[in-house]
């Protein structure tokens, strides 16, 4: 899941003594939609300060990776673009670099997930905001229409519970992952079919299908999630299961 900041501040980045600006807006951590993706706006401010062959993607091991045609550097005067991306410090004398930790946009359960209230690859299930009146006498029904709205829940089994919290409640942790996108209501998008592997360096394949956008639908206590450990592993901390109810937003405005 590609988690998104609603409203990000304009965001100062100095690339090889070049300033730069990362506009204000609605960003995507990715988005094949470049207005809407952060990597994609990165690369935006590498060229327009002449790092040649600008590329910043998603590699397979979940981390981000920033690279150039030749040695450049980034100075991060706003650390929230920075640790957006799961960078650290800024970055000098390379060109390529990795990001030391996962970004707080990106939650992924290593394990295959399933819609239950669709077919898999349909966005959500139609809700018709309709109410009726009959009639006492006739039986004769009219309905009133308020349009529709579609649904979906979307179920991980087995997660590693590392991937769930820790105690050092790190990015790449679905608490840290909800705190960030599900609690603020901002949109997120769910890809599938992405083969992933902690020690494979190379961009992650394929990010073309892909459900949403969402948001994480509160229940009557509010927004929220529970840690719920995995049948026949009921005694242990081995694994657990997420279960997410979503609705399907508009996209942002770009």
Not at 24 to 46: N, P, T
Not at 152 to 159: D, E, I, K, S
Request: hydrophobic share 40%; net charge negative; proline share 6%.
């Amino acid at each position: 899941m590609i988690g998104s900041y609603a409203s990000m501040p304009a965001q100062d980045i100095t690339i090889d003594g070049s300033a730069s600006v990362v506009p204000a807006g609605a960003y995507y951590l990715y988005d094949a939609i470049d207005d809407l993706s952060l990597l994609a706006q990165i690369e935006v401010a590498m060229a327009a300060a002449g790092v040649p062959a600008p590329s910043a993607v998603l590699l397979a091991n979940r981390k981000v990776r920033i690279s150039g045609g030749a040695v450049f550097s980034i100075n991060w005067t706003d650390v929230f673009l920075r640790d957006a991306l799961g960078f650290t410090a800024n970055l000098a004398g390379l060109g390529s670099y990795t990001a030391s930790l996962l970004s707080p946009l990106l939650w992924s359960s290593g394990t295959p997930g399933k819609s239950m209230m669709t077919r898999k690859g349909l966005t959500g299930h139609p809700e018709y905001l309709t109410y009726q009146t009959v009639s006492v006498y006739s039986n004769r029904t009219e309905s009133v229409s308020h349009g529709v709205k579609y649904s979906n829940q979307f179920r991980w089994g087995y997660v590693d519970a590392d991937r769930i919290e820790t105690a050092a409640g790190l990015s790449g942790e679905f608490r840290t992952w909800f705190a960030e996108v599900a609690v603020p209501s901002a949109r997120f998008k769910i890809y599938q079919d992405v083969q992933e592997d902690p020690a494979d360096p190379t961009p992650a394949e394929p990010l073309t299908t892909v459900l949403g956008p969402y948001h994480v639908a509160a229940d009557r206590k509010g927004l929220g999630w529970t840690y719920d450990r995995s049948r026949g592993f009921e005694w242990t901390d081995e694994s657990c299961d997420v279960d997410l109810n979503v609705y399907v937003p508009q996209e942002y405005d770009y």
